[in-house]
Structure formats: structure tokens, C-alpha cells
T-cell receptor, first 118, second 115 residues
């Protein structure tokens, strides 16, 4: 069974601080995909990134960066120089690619609420 | 490119009633997945529709059912509503090719309140 844990339920930072959101996952599959989604107060889940289990290269996109480490089953997300507009709930999700995951469902963590204060 | 749309945005029902939620998939996508998100929690997978058939289901009772139409849009039907069904219902569309479903893109959701 697949499982995602986001231990930080809420983080509060001051604008321009760097912040890291943690994500730990469990899976028995060797092929899987990891995702981060952002959910602003409007409710829509906004896709941020997808990584497959064979690609451990870290990725940077503007102020966002992701650190994928299979050895610790973690896929952490860092926002550099945070801004008020980054305030939202962030979800990490896992999708196993094997035959036991019909529908390739996403299993989400509980989310981390990030509050960036001016 | 048109994104995923859902209707209605908000809905209030009473216990025991039935409800239908609608979703239009993003252009070029052939698969629709439905998720339930209770307040303060992560979304939970309900089911996925591909080629007008259910293609995977989460841990939800049969009173949750769905349809997919030839234009890839979808409906989620919930019968005999219970108070615990109050949640944000999210629809996601994606492209299924080969054996795997590509990245799922979500709509704005329908907020259902059951009184």
C-alpha cells in the first residue's frame, strides 16, 4: 500500500525567508511518481512538479526547488525568498505505476499549511 | 487550452437526498478521476473513468457512482447522502496512454454541504 506523510501541519515564516516542506513516502513498487500540488484558498489544486522514481536529480524552477532522495524515501520542497503569494496548503502525492494501482490513483499526504507574513 | 471545469461550485443538500456533480475535462485529456477532500485533510481517491468505464476505485461505498461521456466529461453521483459526505469534491483530468495515466490536473472543485 502506498502512503505519504507530511509531518509539518502548519509553518509560519516572514516574507523573504527560505522554507522547506517535508514529504516522506512509502511504497513497495520500484516504479512510481511523486508530485507536489499547491492549494490556495480558492480550493483548486495547482500542479507544481512530477518526478519519476528513476530520476533522483534535484530540480529548480525559479524560487522553487525539490530534493528527491530514494535512500530516505523523501521528496522535500524548498521555497527560496518566500512571498505572501506563496501562502497556501501544499500537498505531496504518490502514484504507483504497478498493476495494483488501477486508475493510477494519487495518494496524498495530509498537507502543510504555509503562512507567509509580510 | 481550456482547463478542467466543475459545476456547481457550491451545493447544499439534506441527509438522504441524491446529488450529481459535473466535470468537463481539459482539452486533449481522455481520463477523469474524482477525489473527496474533507476539511483539513488531503484528497481521497474515489474512482477514475476511462473509455466510459470505471478504471479503478478507492475505498468508497457503491452509493458513490459515476459516468463518463463520449466527450470525456464526467458525472459523480452520490445517493442517500450522509452528513460525512460534506466535503470538497475535486475532479482531475489526464491523458492515459499505454498502461499509465499522466499527470492529473484538477478543477476548482464543488463544495457539498449535507445538512
Amino acid at each position: 500500500a502506498q502512503k505519504v506523510t507530511q509531518a509539518q501541519t502548519e509553518i509560519s515564516v516572514v516574507e523573504k525567508e527560505d522554507v522547506t516542506l517535508d514529504c516522506v513516502y512509502e511504497t513497495r513498487d520500484t516504479t512510481y511518481y511523486l508530485f507536489w500540488y499547491k492549494q490556495p484558498p480558492s480550493g483548486e489544486l495547482v500542479f507544481l512538479i512530477r518526478r519519476n522514481s528513476f530520476d533522483e536529480q534535484n530540480e529548480i524552477s525559479g524560487r522553487y526547488s525539490w530534493n528527491f532522495q530514494k535512500s530516505t524515501s523523501s521528496f522535500n520542497f524548498t521555497i527560496t525568498a518566500s512571498q505572501v503569494v506563496d501562502s497556501a496548503v501544499y500537498f505531496c502525492a504518490l502514484s504507483e505505476a504497478g498493476p495494483n494501482n488501477a486508475g493510477n490513483m494519487l495518494t496524498f499526504g495530509g498537507g502543510t499549511r504555509l503562512m507567509v507574513k509580510p | 487550452e481550456t482547463g478542467v471545469t466543475q459545476s456547481p461550485t457550491h451545493l447544499i443538500k439534506t441527509r438522504g437526498q441524491q446529488v450529481t456533480l459535473r466535470c468537463s475535462s481539459q482539452s486533449g485529456h481522455n481520463t477523469v478521476s474524482w477525489y473527496q477532500q474533507a476539511l483539513g485533510q488531503g484528497p481521497q481517491f474515489i474512482f477514475q473513468y476511462y473509455r466510459e468505464e470505471e478504471n479503478g476505485r478507492g475505498n468508497f461505498p457503491p452509493r458513490f457512482s459515476g459516468l463518463q461521456f463520449p466527450n470525456y466529461s464526467s458525472e459523480l453521483n452520490v445517493n442517500a447522502l450522509e452528513l460525512d459526505d460534506s466535503a470538497l469534491y475535486l475532479c482531475a483530468s489526464s491523458l492515459k496512454r499505454g498502461g499509465y495515466t499522466d499527470t492529473q490536473y484538477f478543477g476548482p472543485g464543488t463544495r457539498l454541504t449535507v445538512l
